[in-house]
């Protein structure tokens, strides 16, 4: 039996506050960390929300503006526009509200602003997401070049967003189809957690459990309502949240780096992108590292035994693909018009970051990206 060890790192993430109305301590939170000058960061659709109201009324009287020019994948020129806004209005600190893209513009936006600042300077961030794709529990921000059309961004401390705030109640106006492929943005932090080479025991329990909850409660949330709906809702939030948990830790896997450059190049959402490449790489992970799936297999229930562990693992991939076609959502390539004969152009990028990564504990090879492609269109 090999000794166990290793090191656990953690962000610089103080409080997850969570429950229906929890949005209400918004103030509150605000006021502990002196923040004055506050900008609201969202998109278009959620601008033009009542839900907005609600956020504004929350933040109180350091309220200074609200920014609406987040959108999908960040392309840059919405940070320029957010930097420039921030400046305009003497802004101190952040409420982003939405899905990934207004929290990862915050992300992106910060950074430039603190490198104008004095050595450890920080800008606070405060996180109310409404879909389930958990980048506000990440210090990493994406941001795409919109000449290349390839997914780059940057990380740091800093960056991590201090509050998360879970109401459910701010979800209720998420179209079911981003609620859906948003879950399966978390089932897939899960997966590739678990199976990560670096994957540890504390990550191990979270991705299943999260895997477990998304189970039990994703579709459920888009089939119920009033107190019901809302507790479900509740229930898949946290699922996103135990699904990222670790992922600072382990690194994340094939899926993702696929999703990061298939997004931006045939604008296609990052949750959807997962419902599209999971499956596939679930079981080409089958073939190089069954013997991870373990948490895998206890998430779905499904039966694992050790020494022969490649039928569970396929079989969790089975069971992926499965629980993705319960819902409304593109599961091929094709589906969302990516052209069979650019498939290969994704794949330096795709590579270089799998390198990064270091999650998969063996090369992985140009070949093995577009037989996947393939596979996934």
Request: with cysteine; proline share 6%.
């Amino acid at each position: 039996m090999n000794a166990t060890s290793g090191v656990f790192r953690f962000t610089r993430l103080d409080s997850v506050i969570f429950g229906a109305g929890s949005v209400a301590s918004l103030e509150k939170e605000l006021q502990r960390r002196d923040a004055r000058r506050v900008l609201i960061v969202t998109g278009s659709t959620l601008g033009r929300s009542r839900l907005l109201e609600t956020v504004k009324r929350a933040a109180g009287s350091s309220l200074v503006g609200v920014f609406a020019g987040a959108v999908q994948h960040v392309p840059s020129k919405t940070v320029d526009a957010l930097v420039a806004e921030a400046r305009r209005v003497d802004a101190d600190s952040f409420v982003s509200f939405g899905g990934g893209s207004p929290i990862d513009t915050v992300k992106v936006a910060a950074m430039r602003l603190l490198r104008e600042k004095p050595p450890g300077a920080e800008m606070l961030h405060i996180a109310l997401p409404t879909t389930l794709s958990a980048g506000e529990f990440t210090p990493f921000g994406g941001m795409t070049d919109e000449a290349k059309r390839e997914k780059g961004g940057v990380g740091d401390p800093r960056l991590q967003p201090r509050v998360v705030i879970l109401d459910p109640e701010l979800t209720r106006e998420t179209p079911a189809w981003l609620w859906a492929s948003t879950g399966m943005r978390a089932l897939d932090h899960a997966v590739e957690s678990a199976y990560s080479a670096r994957h540890q025991p504390l990550t191990d329990m979270t991705s299943a459990r999260a895997i477990a909850m998304l189970v039990a409660h994703l579709k459920p949330s888009l089939a119920t309502a009033g107190a019901e709906e809302l507790e479900h809702r509740m229930q898949c939030q946290l699922a996103a949240w135990f699904s990222i948990f670790g992922a600072m830790n382990t690194g994340l896997g094939v899926s993702h780096a696929l999703g990061h450059q298939i997004g931006p190049y045939w604008d296609v959402p990052h949750g959807v992108t997962s419902c599209i490449t999971l499956p596939h790489v679930m079981r080409f992970m089958a073939a190089v590292a069954s013997e991870r799936f373990a948490p895998i297999a206890e998430g779905f229930g499904i039966r694992f035994d050790a020494a022969n562990p490649r039928p569970a693992a396929l079989e969790c991939a089975d069971r992926a693909a499965k629980f993705i076609a319960q819902f409304e959502v593109p599961m091929r390539l094709r589906d969302v018009g990516a052209p069979r004969e650019q498939l290969d152009r994704i794949a330096g990028a795709v590579l270089a970051e799998i390198e990064r990564s270091n999650a998969i504990g063996r090369p992985i090879q140009r070949g093995d990206l577009i037989a996947l492609l393939e596979a996934a269109f």
